[in-house]
């Protein structure tokens, strides 16, 4: 009970600080957040890159998104299931979306695929790799299932987390983190 009281305390403290670190991103931040992507991601041409529809002050990955189609790279975001796991839809910029689970945008019925590279929304990170979402637990329980995939987190740079994170057996960690200043790895990806 004190890991999750721990982790509660850190979520809301990093909340706050991301919705300001929101308000202030600049399109410079912007622009070096989607090259900092694809450098790190160069051999990515026959790949399929699932990524997730923003909501609130998450940093947005549709234009990773959009270039990656523009680069005829398949594209898909997720659709929460009843059981809560995600599967990965087929979808574009510009593809119809429904509202899914929590009212989040997700895509109309079309084929799951099973994506190389997986990114992440997350409140907070520290440098091991472990991330604090938003508490329900559907990344840690979808990511185990998809064992040959990227996981990336997405960040500002200002969501680091100066010391290492409480973690359960539960949490399942990150390959990196990419924000507009530096691109962080944890394991040989």
Not at 167 to 181: G, Q
Request: aromatic residues 12%; hydrophobic residues 35%; proline residues 5%.
């Amino acid at each position: 009970m004190q890991t999750f009281s721990r982790k509660e305390n850190i979520r809301k403290e990093f909340l706050k600080k991301r919705e300001n670190l929101k308000k202030n991103f600049s399109q410079d931040s912007k622009e070096n957040f989607i090259k900092n992507f694809f450098n790190f991601n160069k051999d990515i041409k026959d790949k399929i890159i699932a990524g997730y529809y923003p909501i609130g002050s998450e940093i947005c990955c549709l234009e990773i998104l959009r270039v990656s189609n523009n680069k005829k790279i398949i594209t898909s975001i997720p659709f929460i299931k009843e059981d809560n796991t995600i599967e990965f839809r087929k979808w574009s910029i510009g593809d119809p979306l429904v509202k899914g689970i929590f009212g989040i945008p997700s895509p109309e019925r079309k084929s799951n695929l099973n994506p190389d590279i997986i990114l992440i929304p997350l409140i907070t990170f520290d440098g091991h790799g472990s991330r604090i979402g938003f508490g329900s637990g559907i990344y840690d329980r979808t990511l185990p299932l998809f064992k040959s995939s990227k996981k990336i987190g997405l960040a500002f740079s200002g969501q680091l987390h100066n010391r290492r994170l409480p973690v359960e057996d539960f949490d399942y960690p990150l390959d990196a983190v990419i924000t507009e200043k530096k691109v962080f790895k944890f394991n040989e990806v």
